[in-house]
Structures are given as C-alpha cells and as structure tokens.
C-alpha cells in the first residue's frame, strides 16, 4: 500500500481503484529495457558492437527513467534563480541553480555517451558512437528538454568555429572548457534580439576592432543557457555586415569580461535551462570569420566564412531539437499506455475501451514515424532538406502527442502533480527552437533553388520505400516539386507548408517500410508501415474509410512499443 492514509468514504470493495501504486507511469521504469523500439534502432546501427553496448544502455534506462526524471520535476518546481548585484551593489550576474539540476547534471555528466572518452571506448568495440549519442540525448530528453538544452545548445558551433578561427590562446581556453565534449552544458547561442531570431538585417548589436580582438555592445533578447562559459554572438561588422564572434564570461586577463545578465526569462517551461537576457557593454569578443582583405584586422586560421559554417550547424541543432520533440512523445505515450491501463470506466480499464484503442494505436505509428525521421537524421545520410523536413515534423508531434496525455489523463492530466502536464508546457517550445514552421519552409525552398537538394532526398526516398503505394506517392511528390518550381513565387511560398507537409509524409512512410525489411522484429514494423501509409498517403474516399474492413491492430502494436 501506499504511504498515505485511507479515507472512511473507501469502501474496501472500491479503495483500490484509487490505489496510488496503481497508477505508475514512466517515471521509476528502466526506458531502455521498456523500449523495443530502441531496442530495434540500437541493434540496427550499433551490429556487433550491440553486445558491448546493452550493460551501458540498460544502466542508462534506470538512471533517466529514475534519478533524472525525479530531479527534472523538482528543478521545474525550483527554477533557477538571477543574483543580479553582490553585497556592494556591483553586477555579478550570478544564475543560481537548484540543487536537483546540479545533482541532474553530475550524474548525466558521469555516464556521459557523447564525451571523447566514450566514444573512444564504443570505436575499441566496434560500436557507433553516434548511434550511442542519438540513444543517450533520446532517452535524456523524455525525461526533460530543458536538461537536453542546457547541456547541448552551441557546444559543437563554439568549438568548431574557435578551432577555425580564433586565435591560439582562445583556442587553447574553448579546448580547456569543452574537454568532456560538446554535451556538456558550457556554450549558448546569442542569436536572438528584440527585433527578432531570424531576420539578420534587423540585428543591432555591434563590433569594434581592438587589436586582434573586438569589443560587442548590444542586447540579446533571448539566451539560453545564460549561465554557461563560452558563447557565439552574432554582431554587425563596422562595414554592416553581420557575423559571429566567441564571448567568453572571462577576458583573456581573466578579470570579468562585459558580459551582463539583465534577468531571466519566467517561461511557461524547460525551466530547467536558464534563459535569460544578455547585454554586451565592450564585451571582449573573437571573430569566427574571415574578413575579406582590407576591410579590417581579421585573427585566425582557416579559410571560409564562419557565418555560413554557424548556418550548417543550425542544421544540426534543428535535429537535436527534433530528437527533444520526438522524446517528449515518447515519453506522453507511455504516461498514456500506463495510464490507460490502470485507470478504469464504464466497468473495464480504458485501455479496453475502443476509442481509446483507436487513439492510442494511432499515437503509437505516430510516434515511431518521428522516431524514424529524427533518427534517420542523426545516423542516416547527410541530406540537406532533412533537419527542415524532420523538425517539421517532430516538434511539432511532441506538442500534439503531450495534449493527447493529457486529454487521456483526463482532469488530472491538467494537474501539475501529474507529469503530463510539465510536458505539454516543456513541447510548446520546440517549434520555436531553431526556426518556427515558415522559416523551416524557407529553408525547404532555399535549398531546392539554390542546391537543387529535393533530387538526393527523392533518391532516398525511392531506395528506401518497398510499396507500389509508397513509390507511387514519392512519382507525385516529384511533380508536385515540379509544378511548384513553375508558380509565382508569392503562390509558390504562400504553397511550401503543403508541400513541406506532403515531403515529410513520404519521407516518414519510405523510412518506415525500409526499417520493416530489417527483419528484426517479427513483421510489426511492416504493420506499423502500413497504417502509417494509409493514414497519411491514402485517399480515404467519399466515406472517409467508414465502410473500411474492421481492424483493430491495438494489441500488436502496444506489445512492441511498451514492455512491462
């Protein structure tokens, strides 16, 4: 029994109904052993080096699904903090994090999959540590998006980006600062200002020469992760043009660098990552980019412009927050299979229910359909319109799976004692992160125009599909890309959200079918393919498949997506 005490009005014949032990959801369950999707992605990608990897993914399951998860609800309870001035009034700027974040971080940061040393590890057995890396961010991020953020926003840009351009002392301290690896909670993008993240020519924050170095002032609007060490801002040039430079919370003297945190943001959720607003008053800074010859003292080694290296990177980003949307609804399936099962009405469990068995079965393809864009994104081939394409589409079910929790929950799914409705806060954040639904759309069309990049992702698309159905659609989609190219470029991008739309379907159902010729799991992948199909690519007819055949495939596909 639960430690709590029984009312008088419960009846012995009905007490249990309201059992609380009754009512588990994700949290306390080990999310790898509980996976066979996972299960089925690692064994895919990691070969022979799956043996080696179980013990380290099985020990990660209880750790996420246990400590972290627990911490995570405590730090959204306990949000950080801004000490803004010391005890003589002089700006300090301090984040103050809540005892469960450090606790989250030190635990994550000891049983790290992307460190250098794990991966080196995983390499001396034969195992991918992309692969490792994809399932460690997956299952960190059900547990909280906010952790995933702190932990991974900027790291690999700031690295990249100082190794190319700034100069061998700086180089050596971003060296210093990310030794465990990207992942590691210490970078923050300062994209965003009060005009905006996305319109460049809006940007007002601006830089001065100073020596091999530059001095920013300016005021960044929007920053997570505003406690970390190193930071790239974007700032415009004295001749206009925009480009990144590194920040670091130190100058090279080591006295405090110009760096000031106005406050922080009271958001609707991922509080567990400080976002704050940032000021620059002659803020030490590096250029990340090669200035043309004449224009000015530019540092560094390499060749290239940083700006359009920051873009590809973006690309990346886009994934990573694509993996955020896909392990929020994972984690809002699972709170609703176990929730469906113990919870009871009309005289039998709602998971009996065929409503119910209809909503849940559709959550489930749902969801393994993101799962099989985000991580064919991650482990698959490098196409450009792929990041746009997947974060279209997963950000976007990680919102609408959380409100599905939380209807399934019922009034208690509006609670905060009852997770689901942390996620539904957390999931309204992902399709913002890295470009909302129309710039994602305007970068489909800038790299069809510019990059002629729909021929390669039409090329996967036709190795990856096994249907005539499938085929058939991906023949429409090329005219479809056809008869776009031909329209009046107002009506054209008024038309890339359909068309968008329309990509990502395709992509989803080729994946699909091509993880079901794997072989790997008795042929439910194969059922998963085909309703994802009919679903999506499927002309329902005038009676919207209400004459359909009965077919109620709940127990199948519940069998492979939760293990008890």
């Known amino acids: 029994m639960g430690r709590y005490l029984i009312e008088p009005f419960d009846r012995s014949d009905r007490s249990d109904r309201y059992a609380t032990e009754r009512y588990q959801g994700a949290a306390g369950r080990n999310w790898w052993s509980c996976d066979p999707t996972l299960r089925l992605l690692m064994r895919r990608h990691l070969g022979d080096g799956y043996a080696w990897a179980e013990p380290h993914l099985d020990r990660l399951g209880a750790l ?57 590890e995983a390499r001396a057995h034969h195992a991918d540590p992309a692969a490792l890396a994809a399932a460690w961010t997956y299952l ?91 930071f790239v801002v974007l700032a415009r040039l004295p001749e206009g043009a925009v480009a990144p430079f590194l920040v670091l919370w130190e100058r090279r003297d080591g006295s405090r660098n110009g760096v000031r945190i106005r406050r922080l943001k009271d958001k609707l959720g991922t509080r567990s990552v400080a976002s704050g607003e940032v000021e620059f008053a002659d803020a030490e800074a590096f250029l990340l980019m090669d200035r043309p010859e004449g224009e000015g003292a530019g540092t560094g080694s390499g060749s290239g412009s940083g700006l359009g290296t920051m873009m590809k990177l973006t690309n990346a980003a886009r994934l990573g927050v694509s993996m955020m949307g896909v392990g929020v609804a994972r984690r809002a399936l699972v709170e609703s299979l176990c929730y469906a099962a113990a919870r009871e009405a009309f005289g039998r469990p709602l998971i009996e229910q065929p409503l119910m068995r209809r909503k849940l079965a559709e959550l489930i393809v749902e969801v393994e359909a993101a799962q099989a864009l985000v991580f064919d994104g991650h482990l ?140 790997l799991d008795d042929g439910r992948k194969a059922l998963v393919a085909r309703l994802y199909a009919e679903a999506h690519l499927v002309d329902r007819g005038p009676l919207r498949g209400i004459d359909a055949p009965a077919d109620d495939p709940f127990d199948v596909l519940a069998a492979g997506a939760l293990t008890r």
Not at 146 to 164: I, P, S, Y
Request: net charge negative.
């Open 64 to 120: 996420m699904g246990g400590p972290v998860a627990a911490w995570a609800e405590e730090t959204d309870r306990n949000p950080p903090r801004l000490e803004k001035y010391d005890k003589w009034g002089r700006d300090v700027s301090e984040v103050v994090m809540p005892p469960s974040f450090h606790a989250a971080r030190q635990a994550l940061m000891a049983d790290n999959f992307t460190s250098p040393a794990f991966a080196a």
């Open 380 to 519: 698959g081939p490098r196409l450009r319109l792929a990041p746009a394409l997947i974060k279209l589409r997963a950000s976007r079910l990680g919102v609408t799976a959380a409100s599905d929790a939380v209807e399934i929950h019922g009034g208690n799914g509006y609670i905060e004692q009852w997770p689901v409705a942390r996620l539904l806060r957390d999931a309204q954040v992902n399709p913002i992160w890295e470009g909302g639904d129309n710039i994602l759309c305007l970068d489909v069309r800038r790299a069809m125009l510019r990059e002629n990049a729909h021929e390669p992702f039409l090329d996967r698309l036709r190795a990856a599909a096994t249907s005539d159905l499938v085929h058939a659609r991906i023949d429409d989609l090329t005219k479809a890309v056809t008869a776009w190219s031909a329209l009046d470029p107002a009506v054209a991008e008024a038309r890339l959200y359909p068309l968008a739309q329309f990509m990502a379907d395709v992509y989803a159902a080729a994946l699909l079918e091509e993880q079901a010729t794997w072989g």
């Open 140 to 230: 960190l991020d059900q547990a909280d998006i906010g952790m995933g953020c702190a932990l991974g926003t900027g790291g690999d840009m700031v690295v990249q980006l100082a190794e190319r351009h700034a100069p061998p002392d700086v180089r050596d301290r971003v060296r210093e600062i990310f030794a465990n690896g990207y992942y590691s909670g210490e970078a923050a993008q300062m994209l965003t200002e009060r005009t905006g993240g996305s319109d460049l020519a809006a940007l007002e924050t601006t830089a001065t020469p100073a020596g091999d170095a530059w001095l920013l002032t300016g005021f960044k609007w929007f920053a997570s992760n505003a406690n970390g060490s190193a």
